[in-house]
């Protein structure tokens, strides 16, 4: 089947395709936009069949962004062009930082020393570009401060780095599937973008602002308008799943060899035969009438923004796959909107001690739905994220956090009508008979008859386009990846993994579920990408590169 193939050196400009359009005129669509730029060549280029690859690996995309959602989309946003630095007449809180930032005052951000920068710096995160890059944005946030960026944005187009953005729905990523219902843990300032406050987009929408917190389905829809109006829609596209994305290499040996993909055992026996080259990105595309357009990309890096949410966890017991046992919130709450729970006396088992869980514990309980709430950890355990959240500004989940320590199972008394938590405790099966079976600590079993169960212990990335599903980039490469537990090791700094030259993550696969703190990866890829060109051209240059223009 015949595919579409980029591999120019300017970003894709993807509209979007009728009912109508055959695969050739999509590609010629491509050709017109790209011809001018690429000359000839590219204009005869045919359509070339999934399997093949063309020679010249020249014309290649400097970036793909795999994954829509914040964090990729704040990468376009800078590789774009646009360029933070200090306001005239702003005044950090820090005063260290103040004085650090005041000695490169005419340079931007991205062309600034980001460890010196970040030194001392101390946040929510365990990446240190990240802490910085949010106390620039949000000043003494975590005091519960509203101060205003100390940053203003030029666009500065010369600083372009072409890219693609791919993504299977629109831009927003997972924001879009969220439970509506619920409030989001973030204040709407904290869930903005660089450029576009949110409290004056948010104002333009609805009059009516109670709080700081939103509905998930304003922050999708903030997202996708932040994409059209920072002028990024060309470099977005949009229904696109990827299948694999591997490293081809050359042969030192064979100039006029093409690049290939080698197995990763060859690879190992004769690794200093072989020159690592660029990405090829594969996958495809569904248009409308639900048909599959396949393509295949070319990169000479690629970044991972594709976030965790993509596979629910689960507990690996007997019984966990019968139609009674969901494993996220969407599933539940479609249950309780079509009336399935409603007036039932069995209460619904919910598993997991995090921010989700405590959700569907809200959730049941708005809808006067008895609760058995389930967890492995004690309720005087310092991790626990309800320890983290100040009680004036999540007053809600102090109530669930609450409800945990004071009303837990009591054998004397049993579970109690509203809501029991069993601290300490682990699912050891469901029965087809709507039973479970629960095990303490200290291996007492219990029995209980439910009408329906909820498991919510995180979820884990789809990477399975990589090789060995992405787990050799993870700190414990025998582990999948997961954001708390085993996230992709990357540079501090560059946020390019440690086990991958020229493949960078960002966002929750390294650690950052907040949109806070994602945003830093943006800041960290830009500035190692725009070095690294720089070097380019000093070379390009000191070689005779004709008038300097690389």
Not at 168 to 190: Q, R, Y
Not at 468 to 481: F, V
Not at 488 to 503: G, H, M, Q, R, S
Request: proline share 5%; aromatic share 10%; with cysteine.
């Amino acid at each position: 089947m015949p595919v579409w193939c980029c591999r120019c050196s300017l970003a894709g400009h993807f509209r979007n395709y009728s009912d109508t359009e055959t695969e050739g005129e999509i590609f010629n669509s491509f050709v017109q936009y790209f011809g001018d730029n690429l000359g000839p060549k590219v204009k005869g280029m045919p359509l070339v069949e999934e399997t093949s690859l063309l020679e010249d690996s020249s014309a290649t995309l400097p970036m793909v962004i795999i994954g829509n959602g914040p964090s990729g989309i704040c990468l376009s946003y800078m590789l774009s062009g646009y360029r933070p630095y200090l306001s005239s007449e702003a005044i950090h809180p820090n005063t260290i930082l103040h004085s650090k930032l005041e000695e490169a005052r005419h340079l931007s951000i991205v062309d600034q020393d980001l460890e010196y920068l970040s030194e001392g710096l101390e946040g929510r995160s365990s990446n240190p570009v990240a802490v910085l890059f949010d106390t620039l944005l949000h000043p003494d946030a975590d005091f519960g401060y509203e101060s205003p960026s100390i940053l203003h944005w030029k666009l500065e187009q010369h600083h372009y780095i072409p890219h693609l953005v791919l993504g299977k729905g629109p831009p927003g990523g997972a924001w879009h599937n969220m439970e509506g219902s619920m409030l989001t843990i973030s204040f709407g300032n904290w869930m903005e973008l660089p450029g576009l406050q949110f409290k004056d987009w948010i104002s333009s929408k609805r009059r009516n602002l109670k709080g700081d917190r939103v509905m998930p389905e304003e922050i999708a829809r903030y997202y996708k308008h932040y994409v059209k109006v920072m002028g990024l829609q060309k470099n977005f596209r949009e229904n696109t799943y990827i299948t694999s994305v591997s490293r081809l290499y050359r042969d030192q040996g064979d100039n006029g060899s093409q690049d290939r993909d080698i197995s990763t055992k060859h690879l190992q026996n004769q690794k200093s035969k072989f020159i690592k080259r660029n990405w090829e990105i594969r996958g495809y595309q569904r248009i409308a009438g639900g048909s599959h357009v396949p393509f295949c990309l070319f990169a000479e890096n690629v970044a991972l923004a594709t976030g965790t949410l993509d596979s629910p966890a689960h507990l690996e017991v007997e019984g966990e796959e019968f139609p009674f046992v969901f494993h996220s919130m969407p599933e539940f709450g479609a249950a309780i909107n079509k009336g399935k729970l409603c007036g039932r006396v069995d209460p619904v088992l919910i598993v997991g001690s995090g921010l989700t869980a405590a959700d569907a514990v809200l959730c049941a309980y708005n809808n006067n739905i008895p609760v058995i709430h389930v967890f492995r950890r004690r309720v005087t355990d310092p991790s626990l994220i309800f320890k983290q959240l100040p009680k004036k500004l999540y007053p809600e989940y102090h109530k669930v956090y609450h409800m945990m320590c004071s009303q837990s199972y009591s054998a004397d008394s049993g579970p109690l009508s509203d809501y029991t938590s069993f601290p300490e405790h682990r699912v050891l099966s469901f029965k087809a008979d709507m039973k479970c079976i629960l095990q303490s600590v200290s291996g007492l079993k219990k029995i209980f008859k439910l009408s329906a169960a909820v498991i919510l212990i995180g979820s884990h990335p789809n990477l399975s386009f990589l090789k060995e599903q992405g787990c050799y980039l993870g700190r414990n490469s025998s582990q999948p990846i997961t954001c708390k537990g085993n996230p992709v090791e990357v540079d501090a700094y560059t946020y390019e993994c440690v086990k991958e030259a020229n493949l960078f993550a960002l966002g929750p696969l390294v650690g950052d579920n907040f949109v806070r703190f994602l945003k830093g990866g943006a800041l960290g890829v830009t500035r190692c990408l725009a070095t690294r060109q720089k070097k380019k051209q000093h070379l390009f240059v000191q070689r005779g590169g004709g008038d300097g223009v690389a």
